[in-house]
T-cell receptor
């Protein structure tokens, strides 16, 4: 299946700074999911976006789905050291609604 | 708490010696997945079961097999592990189409 393109690959910020990771696809996505994986840990489901232009918030995290459903972003306001980890977007590709293909992820490190 | 449990957490096996990784779930989810994740890479789907229906990814090596004897358990068998098979193996479950995944903690496989 087609893999969504995710940028940047790495991002280092000072604690308190904002952070954004982007996911892009050349084709229209049915929906997109976001996961967080702490160092040494396993991916943890954060959210799913389904509707065009959808915006969802979880405390300091804001998730957006583009109007054309070809891109998505995750924005973290005022990062904390607990935000450290790799953030993956994932989409259902390959003609299946229950087979996720993960983007390459963005590794966020936070300097205290 | 309902969860996905993988055993063992760490597995060391000899080159060419068959090894089995196990996964169990108390979520009663229909779908179970096996992903391989190498260092600093995205999880890569090996295969999945929808109930008893087995679905193999086209690029999954024949060296990898899976069994799902019942709803709760799923096994990953590596018939002749090579050095390139050293990775984190992640089991995940989902209710079905369009739902988020619940991952286990993973089994880190070392091949010596």
């Amino acid at each position: 299946g087609q893999q969504v393109m995710q940028i940047p690959q790495y991002q280092h910020v000072q604690e308190g700074e904002d952070f954004t990771t982007y996911c892009n696809s050349s084709t229209t996505l049915s929906n997109i999911q976001w996961y967080k994986q702490r160092p040494g840990g396993h991916p943890v489901f954060l959210i799913q976006l389904v509707k065009s232009g959808e915006v969802k918030k979880q405390k300091r995290l804001t998730f957006q789905f583009g109007e054309a459903k070809k891109n998505s972003s995750l924005h973290i306001t005022a990062t904390q050291t607990t935000d450290v980890g790799t953030y993956f977007c994932a989409d259902f590709s390959g003609g299946s609604n229950y087979k996720l293909t993960f983007g390459k992820g963005t590794l966020l490190t936070v300097n205290p | 708490d309902a969860m996905v449990i993988q055993n063992p957490r760490y597995q060391v096996t000899q080159f060419g010696k068959p090894v089995t990784l196990s996964c169990s779930q108390t979520l009663n989810h229909n779908v179970m997945y096996w992903y391989q994740q190498k260092s600093s890479q995205a999880p890569k789907l090996l295969f999945h079961y929808y109930d008893k229906d087995f679905n193999n990814e086209a690029d999954t090596p024949d060296n990898f097999q899976s069994r799902r004897p019942n709803t709760s358990f799923c096994f990953l068998d590596i018939r002749s592990p090579g050095l390139g098979d050293a990775a984190m193996y992640l089991c995940a479950t989902s209710r079905g189409a369009g739902y988020g995944y619940t991952f286990g903690s993973g089994t880190r496989l070392t091949v010596v």
